[in-house]
């Protein structure tokens, strides 16, 4: 069984898709068996991975176009990281049905993700989830099929007053749905020491949360992040020695040691 991991926050723009890309990138150099699902029909993975969405080859065809869930992967450099993109919605309509089929169904994600890990031939050990900003029935499947949630908390002030309101909806998708579920961690994002001087947003985290509630790793905030993910690659493809590439690296880590020992 993989584990399963939802990258969620309440607020855009806070890393999700910075740190999914960049964390399946990592943890399949390091031999895991990785899954990333973009969620987000942003397709922000496919724009930071620099792939292109081959006919029938989307997480839509799959909702809306009864193609096999495993049979839209796409494959990248890596043999141990597949990518299901989230695919191009062509009508207003297409996307409404789209999110109208999770709004029927809160367990539509976890039923695909069964066939797809059953009948497929790449059997993931990790499956990341990159979900859109919110708490819409998009973000509400992911959790329902989630083993875990990350964070990402950007250290500003508003990200950090969104914070309750998520682990609010994680709490009650755990009650109503899926009692395995728990927080992997709060991670820390874009830290930068003169808006921590400022507002000591990160260290209202640490003192706030349990130790074990928030990943040791902080990601600065950093350019080549931003550049990397223009150009079309996970950053620790692109210089691996920059201070944000070493950044998800240590988080990486720290991540692959919470995996169960056959998978790490
Ligand atoms: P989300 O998926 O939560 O909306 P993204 O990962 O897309 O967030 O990041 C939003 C923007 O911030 C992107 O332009 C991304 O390149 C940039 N970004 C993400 N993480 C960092 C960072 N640590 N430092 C600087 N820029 C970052
Ligand atoms: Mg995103």
Not at 12 to 20: A, E, I, L, P
Request: net charge negative; with cysteine.
């Amino acid at each position: 069984m993989p584990k399963t991991i939802a990258v969620v926050s309440i607020k855009g723009g806070v890393g999700k898709t910075t740190t999914c890309i960049n964390l399946a990138a990592y943890t399949a150099a390091m031999g895991v068996k990785v899954l990333l699902l973009d969620l987000d029909p942003q397709n922000g993975c496919l724009y930071g991975m620099g792939l292109e969405v081959r006919p029938g080859h989307s997480l839509k065809d799959a909702i809306l176009n009864q193609v096999s869930p495993e049979k839209t992967l796409t494959s990248t450099n890596r043999p141990e990281l597949n990518v299901l993109l989230n695919g191009f919605f062509e009508t207003g309509e297409e996307l409404e049905a789209f999110q109208a089929a999770f709004e029927k169904d809160a367990h539509l994600l976890d039923t695909l993700l069964t066939t797809l890990t059953r009948e497929g031939d790449f059997t993931p050990d990790l499956i990341l989830i990159d979900c859109p900003a919110g708490v819409s029935a998009l973000t509400i499947n992911a959790l329902v099929t989630s083993d875990s949630v990350i964070l990402p908390m950007q250290c500003e002030p508003l990200s950090l007053r969104t914070l309750p309101q998520m682990l609010r909806s994680v709490a009650s998708v755990k009650s109503r749905y899926n009692p395995r579920l728990v927080v992997e961690g709060v991670l820390t994002t874009m830290f930068d020491p003169r808006q921590e001087a400022k507002f000591g947003v990160a260290q209202q985290v640490w003192t706030d949360f349990p130790e074990d509630m928030v990943f040791e790793t902080v990601i600065p905030r950093h350019d080549q992040l931003v550049e990397s993910f223009a150009i079309g690659a996970p950053a620790i493809d692109i210089s691996a020695r920059s201070v944000g590439s070493q950044a998800y690296i240590q988080l990486g880590r720290e991540l692959i040691m919470r995996l169960p020992e056959e998978q790490g």
